[in-house]
């Protein structure tokens, strides 16, 4: 797998906007779907977005219209715009990554490997 290091998070009001960013090393990034996944406090991971090796998209249905998910091979980033955030988004939110050079791609937070240390986004109401 790749090595990931998330940034970006930080404290934010409710309705507001942050811009996540993971920074993948180590294989051939633009062969991976990379995901973002949170954990909140005494909650199970779930899967936030992921993103095909050639820029499909998927979003659990919580998220969509607020959240995008978007990756640069040129710069081995994948990044999520947050968008008009709640305070049911507070969270650590991780990249996730998987092999997968063709067209398919897991849409399951399990199916990803998350190894960064996460960043903490919290919303305040």
């Known amino acids: 797998q790749v090595q990931v290091v998330e940034s970006g998070g930080g404290l934010v009001q409710a309705g507001g906007s942050l811009r996540l960013s993971c920074a993948a090393s180590?294989?051939?990034?633009?062969?991976?779907?990379m995901a973002w996944i949170r954990q909140a406090p005494g909650k199970e991971r779930e899967l936030i977005a992921a993103?095909?090796?050639?820029?499909?998209?998927h979003y659990a249905n919580s998220m969509k219209g607020r959240f995008t998910i978007s990756r640069d091979n040129a710069k081995n980033t994948v990044y999520l715009q947050m968008n008009n955030l709640r305070a049911e988004d507070t969270a650590i939110y991780y990249c996730?990554?998987?092999?997968?050079?063709?067209?398919?791609?897991?849409?399951?937070?399990?199916?990803?490997?998350?190894r960064g240390q996460g960043t903490q986004v919290t919303v305040s109401s």
């Open positions: 996730a990554s998987r092999y997968a050079p063709g067209t398919w791609y897991p849409t399951q937070g399990r199916e990803y490997d998350a």
């Open positions: 180590g294989r051939t990034f633009s062969n991976y779907a």
């Open positions: 993103i095909s090796s050639g820029g499909m998209t």
